[in-house]
């Protein structure tokens, strides 16, 4: 790969984000339900994988898998926060920040969200890489990415229908959810998610040593993994559920890993 393919794939990734989210902005503005930001996100970041890897020329087997993989993850996650995203009418995490802006709520959102097509730009890019690597990838690496892939959708897709479950139980109102997955983590459909962005380094890293563009691709576990443990992800969250459920969810804090799964210390409790 040149570094001009290089400087238009990255050009191409960013354009796109930043039009993406400003859609975004444009429907939060609509219906002043954020719920639906994470959706457009979702959809859209799938799309700029897909599109990525269906022009890739020259076009390779790996070039395929990763058209496949951001249809099948965009398609899963972007579905499931769409469901949610129809009983709510916002997202607690972005209430809290229109809130605090106040009367500049609007301008508020849109740069909050240029930002977020900012911060994206790694895990868009990350599917380029991969798609458009030069030359066949190994079988070994291909498997490794596949096994990677279908685990993390599998553990998310477990774990969000988990959770519902729970929820939907008359019988757990008011409940925190340590059951299954949750009782590994406190955050399992996060960690699956993080998983998933191993897979796209795997297929774009040459380990042969020829073409070292590839190894830009791990910036997408990076930032996925600062941005679920240390930015938007857990901490809002958690700042919520204390406010929620108070000394339950201290509880299960003490008892659970708050992000990679571990067996738990103790029972949580309600």
Same mark, same amino acid.
């Given at each position: 790969?040149? =570094? ?23 429907? #939060?503005? +609509? ?29 390779? !087997? ?10 099948? #993850? +965009?398609? @899963?996650?972007?579905?499931?926060? %769409? &469901? @949610? ?7 607690? @995490? ?33 599917? #380029? !890489? %991969?798609?458009? $690597? ?22 998310? *897709?477990? $774990? ?9 139980? =008359? %019988?757990?109102? *008011? ?18 998610? #993080?998983l998933g962005w191993l897979a796209y380094p795997v297929?774009?890293?040459?380990? *042969? ?7 830009? $691709? !791990?910036?997408?576990?990076?930032c996925m993994y600062w941005l679920l443990v240390y ?13 929620? &459920?108070?000394?339950?969810? @201290? ?16 029972? %949580?409790?309600?």
């Amino acid at each position: 790969m040149t =570094a001009s393919t290089f400087i238009l794939g990255l050009a191409c990734v960013s354009a796109a984000l930043s039009v993406i989210m400003a859609v975004a902005w444009l429907v #939060w503005r +609509a219906t002043r339900n954020s719920g639906w930001v994470d959706t457009i996100w979702t959809f859209g970041l799938g799309l700029v994988g897909f599109a990525g890897a269906v022009t890739a020329r020259p076009m390779h !087997l790996h070039s395929v898998l990763v058209a496949a993989m951001a249809a099948i #993850w +965009a398609l @899963r996650l972007g579905s499931h926060i %769409a &469901r @949610r995203t129809r009983g709510i009418t916002d997202d607690p @995490r972005y209430a809290k920040l229109i809130r605090d802006w106040g009367a500049h709520a609007s301008s508020g959102m849109f740069w909050l969200l240029q930002k977020q097509a900012i911060v994206s730009i790694p895990l868009g890019f990350a599917m #380029w !890489l %991969a798609a458009n $690597a030069p030359g066949p990838v190994p079988p070994l690496q291909t498997a490794i990415a596949i096994l990677i892939f279908v685990v993390a959708v599998a553990g998310e *897709g477990i $774990a969000d229908e988990q959770l519902r479950r729970f929820r939907h139980d =008359a %019988a757990n109102k *008011g409940k925190i959810c340590d059951v299954g997955l949750w009782s590994w983590s406190r955050h399992p459909n996060y960690f699956f998610e #993080w998983l998933g962005w191993l897979a796209y380094p795997v297929l774009a890293i040459d380990l *042969g040593g020829h073409d070292p563009w590839g190894y830009v $691709a !791990l910036a997408a576990p990076l930032c996925m993994y600062w941005l679920l443990v240390y930015v938007s992800g857990i901490p809002p969250l958690e700042e919520h559920m204390l406010a929620a &459920r108070g000394d339950a969810f @201290r509880r299960y804090q003490m008892s659970t890993n708050v992000f990679f799964p571990w067996p738990p210390k103790t029972k %949580a409790g309600g």
